[in-house]
């Protein structure tokens, strides 16, 4: 009976770190280029999920006014409370974990890769080792690449960033994404956690940045500029923008 | 997008529990004699320090560094010895040489990147790569660097002296000859993977395997192929080559015996797991361990299991190279124990733990 180790392996981990020395081998051998490729190939293929999630993020941040309203009038009353709620998503078809279930969907494919990178671009033999157990045998074109070169730019892959530039680009776009998508609120409290929200995670994801190999931060900082493109053909500017917002959206959100 | 990136957050750290550590190093044992009358075991522990055994009874006669709370980072490959010298590879830089009867440190000698590969030492030099890709030949006695040769991608195997040539295993995809005296290259060969096990050599010919699945045979003095041999997966191990027969172990889980001449298959053997420890001819048994920790002796002429029952299941990955010497193998583990066996009969005969 395969553990769920190695389902995992199987289905997700090997296809991932094979295709990703696959684009290194056919992209000239330059391991950057091949991580930014992957990105948007997996942000391609995730691209219904990032639309559902997005559409239900607007659409739960549009029913913010009536859920408040419902708070107000059932403050004393929660079993009342939770089923007039629940009883307003479901007329708006909206599920309040609707936009969290893509997410976790994402969470095995941000796990896989970050461990494809580092076990591809490990200058150790244990990782070159543990990396055997998972390339496939007959792509006989993956094996002749190995050791795989892991320069970029200024960079070397394996490593963080030395001069702190892509911690602090991760962090200025993970910035603007999550301005983007930040409603207006009227409720003070809701707009404080929107605040804290806004300075505190892309300085989490900043400081991790620091710590982790320069090619999962081309990861990040590739995948949160794709997610701003895709986020202003839904939503468009957002908060980021207020003035911009007032003018008419694009076409893709207007049909929404 | 808070709820999001919540998760994505924990996904990355997650993610980072699951990152491999390391540097760890392997366990590798290597037989003496160092110093005339004193044949010891030595043996580089998992714990990246290097004891020196008794063979008889598995007695620690000494260990370096000394200090029970310091190591040498990660070791991967066994000890060199000979000369009244025992000398090591780390992956702290240095190469340390040590009296092979007291473990007194002689000299060391920081080569400036890790050192991956073991030393070597004979025709009076002691020669090193590191994961730079720079090999160093260096005086046995003082440690003074006598010469040094660049490639462009780490060494991570042990350098071979035959005579007067050092070979060279790289990992871009080069075995090359050099000169033991001077270090200028005599000739190159290209494999179409990098090389990361050490060559083997008998009969004027050198037989290496590599990460192309690819066994070889090379001419000693020009370097020219004479055969090559498709293996299922890596071959990351050396060879041993006795007797006209070549036998070498794969990540494909195989044992194969070659015909040195030809390449031509006399009879493959199917272990447990993958094979990545090297194997041992000792007394007329090849001695194989792999990665699962199961130990067998075969018969060289024919691959037949002739030991390698359950008390020679270790229970733990063997990765690094099996030594044999006065009618005994002696097997390392990633666990921290090292056993020995009778190489004829494989019956135990002592077994220790060398970090609680």
């Given at each position: ?128 080792l543990?990396?055997s157990r ?123 | ?232 997966h890596w071959?990351w191990n ?11 172990g794969g990540l494909d889980g195989k ?16 272990a447990p797991h993958r094979v990545k420890a ?12 792999d990665e699962g ?24 990955p063997?990765v ?37």
């Amino acid at each position: 009976m395969p553990s769920i180790g190695d389902l995992f392996n199987l289905i997700l981990f090997n296809p991932m770190v094979n295709a990703l020395l696959l684009l290194y081998v056919l992209l000239g051998h330059n391991f950057g280029v091949a991580v930014i490729a992957f990105t948007v190939i997996v942000r391609v293929l995730m691209l219904p999920l990032t639309l559902r999630q997005l559409y239900a993020s607007r659409k739960l941040s549009q029913l913010q006014p009536k859920i408040q309203e419902l708070q107000r009038k059932y403050r004393d009353d929660r079993e009342k409370l939770s089923r007039e709620t629940m009883a307003l998503y479901r007329e708006h078809g909206v599920s309040p974990l609707g936009c969290l279930v893509p997410t976790l969907i994402q969470f095995p494919i941000w796990i896989g890769l970050y461990q494809a990178i580092v076990f591809a671009l490990s200058d150790r033999p244990e990782g070159l080792l543990e990396l055997s157990r998972h390339i496939y045998p007959w792509l006989s074109i993956v094996h002749q690449a190995i050791p795989l070169n892991n320069r970029f730019l200024w960079l070397d892959l394996a490593h963080p960033d030395p001069i702190y530039l892509l911690p602090v680009l991760v962090g200025a776009s993970t910035w603007v994404q999550q301005k983007m998508m930040t409603m207006p609120s009227a409720d003070p409290q809701q707009q404080q956690m929107n605040q804290m929200m806004l300075i505190t995670m892309p300085l989490m994801f900043a400081f991790f940045t620091i710590q982790f190999p320069s090619g999962l931060a081309i990861y990040w900082l590739v995948s949160n500029l794709i997610s701003i493109v895709i986020q202003y053909f839904v939503t468009g500017w957002g908060s980021l923008l207020p003035a911009a917002s007032t003018r008419p959206k694009p076409a893709a959100s207007r049909r929404k | 997008m808070s709820r999001t990136a919540l998760v994505l957050l924990l996904g990355l750290l997650g993610a980072a529990a699951c990152a491999p550590p390391g540097p760890h190093g392997w366990a590798n044992a290597a037989f003496g004699p160092a110093a005339p009358g004193a044949p010891l075991v030595y043996l580089v522990g998992a714990e990246a320090k290097l004891f020196a055994l008794d063979p008889d009874t598995g007695q620690v006669r000494w260990q370096f560094p000394p200090e029970a709370d310091r190591n040498l980072t990660a070791v991967y490959s066994p000890p060199a010895v000979g000369d009244g010298l025992v000398v090591v590879g780390a992956y702290d830089r240095k190469v340390y040489a040590l009296d092979g009867a007291t473990g007194a440190a002689r000299w060391e000698f920081d080569t400036g990147a890790p050192v991956i590969a073991g030393p070597a030492l004979g025709a009076g030099i002691v020669v090193v790569g590191n994961g730079a890709g720079r090999v160093v030949g260096l005086d046995p006695a003082s440690g003074r660097l006598r010469w040094e040769y660049r490639t462009e991608r780490p060494v991570w195997a042990r350098p071979v002296i035959v005579g007067t040539t050092v070979l060279i295993a790289g990992m871009d995809h080069h075995l090359r000859a050099l000169d033991a005296r001077s270090g200028q290259l005599r000739w190159q060969f290209r494999a179409d993977g990098a090389l990361p096990g050490s060559p083997a050599v008998d009969q004027e010919l050198v037989f290496f395997g590599g990460l192309d699945s690819t066994i070889r045979a090379v001419g000693l003095e020009d370097g020219r192929e004479r055969w090559r041999f498709s293996a299922g997966h890596w071959v990351w191990n050396t060879p041993v080559a006795a007797g006209g027969t070549v036998y070498v172990g794969g990540l494909d889980g195989k044992v194969y015996a070659l015909d040195a001449v030809s390449g031509r298959t006399r009879w493959v053997y199917a272990a447990p797991h993958r094979v990545k420890a090297d194997p041992v001819l000792a007394d007329g048994v090849l001695v194989v361990a792999d990665e699962g920790g199961q130990v067998v002796g075969l018969r060289p002429s024919d691959g037949q299991v002739l030991w390698g029952g359950q008390e020679h299941n270790l229970g733990a990955p063997v990765v690094g190279a099996v030594a044999a010497g006065r009618g005994r193998v002696f097997v390392a583990a990633q666990n921290y124990w090292v056993y020995s066996f009778d190489s004829v009969t494989g019956a135990p005969k002592w077994r220790i733990q060398t970090r609680k």
